[in-house]
């Protein structure tokens, strides 16, 4: 990841508007700051939420609140609870999908 030069920055996420992406069920609510081409996101998960896709971009992604269930491809599948992060590249060799029975808050840079 490469930081765009930008002056010294600091996000309200209270502020930052909301967007609503539908999952195969539940919702996907994306509070998106965009700089360059790093996207960062605070993301809240509705119970119940499933992805409708697998996705291949790299993420840095950190629980902050609930519980995620992440899936891969290949059958493999982890637990994350607040505290916990997952890393994966760009490179395609671990398309995920997210689910969550609690809800869950994430941070997220891609």
Known sequence: MKIPQLPFTVTDWSEVATTIHPGETGQALWRTLNIGDIRIRMVEYTPGYLADHWCDRGHVLYVLEGELNTELSDGRSFRLRPGMSYQVSDFG????R???ETGAKLFIVD
């Open 98 to 100: 997210s689910s969550t």
């Open 93 to 96: 060799d671990a398309p995920h």
